[in-house]
């Protein structure tokens, strides 16, 4: 996993900035009300969740706190951050209708999204995995005749399953969540037999969880992920990509990932 980050980081290094429009106004928005509001997924281990102190955490969070005390000292006065919870299917209105101004969580950049939002520089890559009580695992889509399968509503695993299912004419049924702590629990109490969603989630819900979990080692999709900005606010994603590049110039986005 360090060589992907790694790679990621010479990506970033020599990549050219994009340019959007000059518009939108998030900093100025952040100088006159004082608060900078973070979006994130309650529970999405270990991109974002709640600790048992119920304290937003996770690998994305840090990120969106160090851009948070960028814009602290670029807007200047007092600035207090607050987290707003948002799901699958809700976190991009929260962002076009100006309920927060940063997604942070496990978010896939796609062009059909940003056909509603921008994405800063990406964060992490991952695919979509599978993930089955222990003793009982599906290696691959042949072994999903059948079986239900869990997905989360609204999400590029749903569409990804769902196409999957499509083209190899497996008898499996589609069962959706809302949340990747409600497939978990629905995998547990016997009501599906697979949950699929991004690898990397899965192996934070299994380590979280406390029960056996087995998670399938192939994935069936690209999902790169970053953080998701309003569109055409240009000063903003440049502050945020400000800091994601300084991470990864410096080497430090690998502390951030073994925390």
């Known amino acids: ?147 239900k399968i869990g997905v989360g509503r609204a999400t590029t695993t749903e569409m990804v399953i769902r196409k999957m299912l499509k083209e190899s004419l497996a008898d499996a049924e589609v069962v959706l969540v809302n949340s990747s702590a409600e497939g978990v629990e629905a995998l547990k109490n016997g009501e599906i037999d697979a949950f699929s969603a991004d690898q990397v989630v899965l192996m934070g819900m299994a380590m979280t969880s406390g029960d056996k979990f087995a998670i399938a080692s192939q994935v069936f999709s690209y999902e790169p992920f970053a953080l998701a900005v309003r569109r055409n606010d240009a000063d903003f994603r440049l502050a945020a990509d400000r800091v994601l590049s300084h991470l990864y110039r410096t080497g430090l986005i690998l502390d951030v990932y073994q925390r």
């Open 1 to 147: 996993m360090r060589h992907v980050m790694v790679a990621l980081a010479l990506v970033f290094l020599f990549a050219a900035p994009v340019q959007g429009l000059e518009a939108a106004g998030t900093l100025e928005h952040i100088a006159k009300t004082g608060k900078f509001r973070i979006g994130f997924r309650e529970t999405s281990p270990p991109m974002s969740y709640l600790d048992q102190d119920g304290k937003p955490v996770g690998y994305v969070i840090d990120l969106c706190n160090r851009i948070a005390t960028a814009v602290k000292n670029k807007v200047g006065g007092h600035v207090t951050v607050e987290y707003v919870p948002v799901t699958a299917k809700s976190r991009f209105d929260a962002l076009v209708n100006n309920k927060i101004d940063i997604l942070c969580g496990p978010t896939t950049k796609t062009l059909s999204r940003a056909e509603r939002v921008d994405f800063t520089q990406l964060t992490f890559v991952t695919g979509a995995g599978l993930m089955t009580l222990a003793g009982k695992e599906i290696r691959d889509i042949s072994g999903f005749s059948g079986k």
